[in-house]
């Protein structure tokens, strides 16, 4: 958020703050602020709010931080796979 801020020269008055996104939305529900988060968070959820495109279009980067690759179990392995697949998709 703030290489966001920075990009744009943004220099906003933060009285609240968190990390939690659904707690924003109760936040911004009643009436304390606004967010700026991604899509995968906002999608599908159903709150009190009014939904806002960045423009320009701003992307952040995904990433699998794992111990060594050649140990996973299966499971892990098979998560792995997974998130690659349904991110590519989502692009």
Known sequence: MVELFDRF?????????TNESFAAF???ENGLG???TNRLIT????ADVVR????????IS???????????SPAARKF????????????
């Open 9 to 17: 020269d943004l220099n906003p008055s933060i009285a609240y703050s």
């Open 80 to 91: 792995v796979q997974y998130a690659k697949k349904t991110m590519a998709e989502s692009l």
């Open 26 to 28: 109760a936040m911004i």
């Open 62 to 72: 995904f990433g699998i931080m794992i111990p060594n690759k050649d140990m996973l």
């Open 52 to 59: 806002l495109t960045v423009v320009p279009p701003q992307h």
């Open 34 to 36: 606004m967010t700026i």
């Open 43 to 46: 999608e599908g959820f159903q």
